[in-house]
């Protein structure tokens, strides 16, 4: 029999960029050794796992899929476990974001963000579920300010985000006492590639409490307060959001 990996192991989806790269690199900076998912950023996802096999050789695995594929997801938790051995977290990341106005919405906005908004994270978790109840593991889901209050234009991204916040807590009773599942809220932390203007980002940082943006760092360090340290904590949702929740 082969003998069980060392170190406790995190499946990080959407982990090539932006707050996904910040999480992988916090977690594997911690003794975590990563399976980094990627959708379509592959020359990104190389250059991290580079950079962390650098740091320790062994500690990486890059896992392509899409999320809108249930049949993919349960493979890339299968590969995860037959390269690894274990999976102790599940980083359910990856997420699109687009405008949908209301009587321009079409049925290929609601299935493009519910797939990686809700679809994706609750089948994963789903296949996961095993092996983290066998490491007694934990889920944390990346979510959003705008799953509690709609963000004007965005209709079908709000409710897939409140989608995953209802999964989260279900999931916490569903799969309590073995696994502890928890939620981050971001705030104004990196802006969309394109979008908003500077004046728009600045009446955005008004509007929070602590009048500023926050990085990818402080999100990860929630993130890996959940699955490490958290031990007694389930089914809760943390706002790293500057306070922008009591301005809007």
Known sequence: MQPKHPRPVALVT???????????????????????????TRDEAESLAATLE???PGST?????????????GKLVLRAVQHF????????????????????????DWDA???????????????????????????????????????AKH????????????ATLSLARELAPEVRVNGVAPGAILWPDA????????????????KRTGNAEEVAAAVLYLIRDATYSTGDIVHVDGGRRLMI
């Open 113 to 151: 963000l519910f797939a990686s908004n809700a679809k994706g994270p609750l089948f994963l978790a789903q296949a996961a579920a095993p092996h983290l109840r066998v490491a007694r593991g934990a889920i944390v889901n990346l979510l959003d300010v705008y799953a509690e209050r709609p963000l």
């Open 195 to 210: 979008g908003k203007s500077e004046a728009e980002r600045q009446a955005l940082v008004a509007h929070s409490a602590l």
């Open 155 to 166: 209709t079908v991204y709000s409710m897939a985000k409140a989608a995953l916040a209802m």
């Open 61 to 73: 695995l890059l896992a392509q899929a899409e999320l809108a594929n249930v049949a993919q997801l």
């Open 85 to 108: 051995g274990r999976l102790d977290a599940l980083v359910n990341n990856a997420s699109s974001f687009q405008p949908t106005p209301l009587g321009l919405i079409t049925e290929a």
């Open 54 to 56: 650098n740091a320790r």
């Open 14 to 40: 959407g982990a090539a960029r932006r707050i996904g790269r910040a999480i992988a690199t916090a977690l594997h900076g911690a003794g975590y050794d990563l399976v980094l998912h990627w959708r379509s």
